[in-house]
DNA sequence: GACAGATTGGCAAACGTTTGCCAATGTCAC
DNA sequence: GTGACATTGGCAAACGTTTGCCAATCTGTC
């Protein structure tokens, strides 16, 4: 709880609309109207002399007070299941960067996966009355529900709207599983599998299952694949659990698809104990490719994630839902690299 | 700029004090007393008249017409300067989630380092009317000795504050830099380096110059040990290029310090570039230790600074501003392995 | 000179909350 | 019965903004 004895106050913002017209010699209502580029309800005199008093003050609207009013402030909420993953990181980063070019101000939020945390501050974030939403791998809830049905302004991004439809960004999973596929095959792999988190989400699911399916499509039997599904929260350790399993015994493969980097670090870990050098021994490939594998993970391909790009498509597509256009999806292509 | 004709308002928070007000028959005034914990002002069957209609109508105060009455949102900034290091992202979500304990909501902004950003986001988040400040590897700028000057609650993490006093959460950085110092020496090594960003915050300084000084304490020439300052604003390319000036020659070291995990990376790139294997041709050290090194780079040994744990000292130090109390610095003990 | 119509600008209410002040009622002692 | 005093609760203003409506002035035409 706050303390209800707090000394110190904001430095009340002493320049208001008042402020401003006084010094104009006009009234509250017509500054307003001016601040707000509506020129044709005052002489070209008037808006000259509120200008320059808007200009001498420095008046900034205040934006608590304008809020209140319209009903709707200018902040935007980001709702992410874990901020350390340096993906979502990059998201927010890039998402955070938009925001502020369009003139509003991003509110963050943390769910670490867990439903009643996202429900809480779904909750918090209507009574801020926030303009809209950024749910990045958003999970199951009945709140969020509500959100859906609410018609609020919503932008998913990464997993699709768990319960319905809705706006998303993201790229094309099922091509991205495709892809690796492809490329395992034509460099002439035998001994194929794909790890996965067994509670994933949908763009988890899409990518081993585009995957699958190529294979499939391509004369495999789904039997000659290993697929190897990792429970818990952390990718690391659902990787090197999968490594435990994968990597005994003499059918070990010679390619693996890991959906994201996280779980490819703890497939390479648990190789390197296990005596096995990535890619020598085995090929690993993963769905994300963040800039810091070049660094720290050079033995690692990956189709890359423009995750950078995220923000600026996040944002269009909340502007899109603003003025009342349609926004279904945006699949953003990948480098494969 | 937001669309000025936007078709969707957020549901009306309908129900409001006067909702209340009118459920339990009293006036607006009395639920506010009450609502916010004044039970001496009514009677006893006034306070259960009125608590049973806040649960009954679900009444949440509306942050935005406290704020304006108050001149105070329930908002604190943090300011950090970038969140694509995965230091700042931990430190963002712990943050995040002891504010959300204590009843605050979280606006981020990226600064990338950046002082006029910076400062427009200072500003901005005074016209939020924001209860307090985090200000993460706070740059110089005018905004920020203002905001000293002001009084403000602030917290400065990682870096002081460039330009006078304020309260602190981090780490010992000199107490840090000397434990490698004791290390390397104790360990028998021959050849010290360290490596540290020319314009680095006042963090990187003082862990090299810790270092240094206890080397000093221990007989070393200062001329001895290698000083590799790197230019730029990526600490990765920061450690790669002086990679390459350190491990070319035959005077390559056999230890390093790198004040961050980042620039270690980038070293190591180098250094197997160059043929070398770390640990065992050249020891290296960072001042991080993120959890993400022992999956990526086990070869790195880490004064492990307790970034998780950042948060709730953060927000520790602002309850203690915003009651007036005295808040000096609060340095976190590292754990070194 | 009068009247229609456009132009210009102010009044006041409203958003949801907090709080200083006052009024009404109750309690007690004399 | 009267006065002092505490208890209980409401009125109304204020925070800064937006906006419907009305009033005043101006422009032009007959």
Redesign the pocket.
Known sequence: MPSDQTPWRPI??????????ARA?????????I??G?M????????A?VLEAVEAVG?????????????QSQLVAMIAANLDNPAMATIASSTEAALREAGYVMVLCDTHDRPELQDEYLEAMRAQMVSGYVLVAAVPSPGLSELSASRAPAVFVNRRNPGGSGAFVGIDDRAAGATVADYFIDRGRRALAVVFPRLGSSASRDRASGFLARLRERGWADEAIIQAAGDGRSHLQIGYDAGSRIFVGSDAPDAILSVSDQIAYGLNRRALECGLKIPDDCELVSIDGTPLNQWVAPWLKSIEIPYALYGAEIVAGLQLIWRGAPFGERLLPCKFG
Chains 1, 2 share one sequence.
């Open positions: 009340p913002e002493d320049v208001s609309l008042a402020t401003v017209a010699g006009v009234s509250v209502s017509t500054v307003s109207r601040v707000n509506e044709r309800r005052a002489s070209p005199a008037t808006v002399r008046y900034r609207p205040n934006p608590v007070g304008r809020a209140l009013k319209r009903g």
